[in-house]
């Protein structure tokens, strides 16, 4: 009984994901019937639908794509301008030294 050996990483489109989301949301299949079928992941099947519907603003539970660019721009912002302040204490601390 030797380890199962997992499936190398695979990339999706945004047609695909499309597609699946809208199948597992018709009803007529369950997501893991959708993801067997498609020899998908159901964790996978799963986390694109719980995308899609916080996108569409049917969930509220996380952040739409939109609120998680907006975060990550932020957040890079954030970073530049602490690297600046700390360049201008560094600065102002180097002239004040000079100036005595």
């Known amino acids: 009984m030797g380890k199962k050996r997992s499936?190398?990483?695979r990339v999706f489109t945004a047609?695909?994901?499309?597609?699946i989301v809208e199948l597992c949301q018709r009803g007529d299949r369950t997501v893991g019937q959708v993801a067997k079928d498609f020899?998908?992941?159901e964790t996978a099947v799963r986390a694109w639908v719980k995308q899609a519907e916080l996108d569409t603003?049917?969930?509220s539970d996380?952040?739409?794509r939109d609120e998680k660019a907006?975060?990550?721009?932020?957040?890079?912002?954030?970073?530049?301008?602490?690297?600046d302040v700390?360049?201008?204490k560094r600065a102002?601390?180097?002239f004040a030294k000079e100036t005595r």
């Open 39 to 41: 020899d998908l992941t």
């Open 86 to 88: 700390d360049i201008l």
């Open 15 to 19: 047609e695909f994901k499309a597609e």
């Open 7 to 9: 499936r190398p990483r």
């Open 62 to 64: 996380g952040l739409s």
């Open 57 to 59: 603003g049917t969930r």
């Open 92 to 94: 102002t601390a180097f």
């Open 70 to 83: 907006e975060l990550a721009r932020l957040r890079q912002e954030n970073r530049r301008l602490r690297e």
